[in-house]
T-cell receptor, first 111, second 113 residues
Framework: DAGVIQSPRHEVTEMGQEVTLRCKPI?????LFWYRQTMMRGLELLIY????????DSGMPEDRFSAKMPNASFSTLKIQPSEPRDSAVYFC?????????FGQGTRLTVV | SQQGEEDPQALSIQEGENATMNCSYK?????LQWYRQNSGRGLVHLIL?????REKHSGRLRVTLDTSKKSSSLLITASRAADTASYFC?????????????FGSGTRLSIRP
C-alpha cells in the first residue's frame, strides 16, 4: 500500500477562493481523521469519520469548513471562502482503531 | 481542545545523552501512543502502550504509563542526531464505539553533535 495520499502537497490561493483538499486513506482502515497544524495552535483535530460517517466535527473552526467522505477510499476537506488565518498544514490520517498513519500533508497559504 | 500536554516544550541535549519527554492527559484512555514528526513531514507512529501496561520498550525507546497520575514518559537512550524531531503523545478519547485520536502540543527535541 502506498500509504495515505494527500493532494495537493502545496496550495496557494487568494482570500475568498474555495479550496479543496483531498485524501486517500489506506485500504481497509475504517477511521479517517483531518488535522490542522499551526505554530500557534499545534495539531488540532478538525473532524473524524468512522466507516465513512462523520462522528465528531466539533473541531471544525466554523461553517466555512466542510468535510465529506463519499466512499471508503476518498475524503475531501473544503474551505469556502478561504481566509489568511486558514493558512496551515492540513494532515489526513487513517487508522484501524489504534495506530494512525499520516499523509504528507497539504501546506495551504491563503494570501 | 488538546487532550495531552507534553513537557518540556523544547529540549536540547548532547548526542549520546538520554532524552526524556513527559505527557499529561485529562480523561480516561484505552491506550497512549507516541509519534515523531520530522520538519515538514507527517507524523510517524513510534510506540503504543495500553492502559493496563506500565512500561514498554522498543529499541532505544522506553515508554512508561501511570494512569493514576494520567501521565506518560518517553525515554530515548543514547540519542543520535537523527533523533532531532518533534515528539507528540496521543490518546484515544473513546466515545461509544468510535475512537478519536487527540494529540498533545509536542516536544521539540534537538540533538547537538
Amino acid at each position: 500500500d502506498a500509504g495515505v495520499i494527500q493532494s495537493p502537497r502545496h496550495e496557494v490561493t487568494e482570500m475568498g477562493q474555495e479550496v479543496t483538499l483531498r485524501c486517500k486513506p489506506i485500504s481497509g482502515h475504517d477511521y479517517l481523521f483531518w488535522y490542522r497544524q499551526t505554530m500557534m495552535r499545534g495539531l488540532e483535530l478538525l473532524i473524524y469519520f468512522n466507516n465513512n460517517v462523520p462522528i465528531d466535527d466539533s473541531g471544525m473552526p466554523e461553517d466555512r469548513f466542510s468535510a465529506k467522505m463519499p466512499n471508503a477510499s476518498f475524503s475531501t476537506l473544503k474551505i469556502q471562502p478561504s481566509e489568511p488565518r486558514d493558512s496551515a498544514v492540513y494532515f489526513c490520517a487513517s487508522s484501524s482503531v489504534t495506530e494512525a498513519f499520516f499523509g504528507q500533508g497539504t501546506r495551504l497559504t491563503v494570501v | 481542545s488538546q487532550q495531552g500536554e507534553e513537557d518540556p516544550q523544547a529540549l536540547s541535549i548532547q548526542e549520546g545523552e538520554n532524552a526524556t519527554m513527559n505527557c499529561s492527559y485529562k480523561t480516561s484512555i484505552n491506550n497512549l501512543q507516541w509519534y515523531r514528526q520530522n520538519s515538514g513531514r507527517g507524523l510517524v507512529h513510534l510506540i503504543l502502550i495500553r492502559s493496563n501496561e506500565r512500561e514498554k520498550h522498543s529499541g532505544r525507546l522506553r515508554v512508561t504509563l501511570d494512569t493514576s497520575k494520567k501521565s506518560s514518559s518517553l525515554l530515548i537512550t543514547a540519542s543520535r542526531a537523527a533523533d532531532t524531531a518533534s515528539y507528540f503523545c496521543a490518546t484515544d478519547a473513546r466515545r461509544s464505539s468510535a475512537s478519536k485520536i487527540i494529540f498533545g502540543s509536542g516536544t521539540r527535541l534537538s540533538i547537538r553533535p
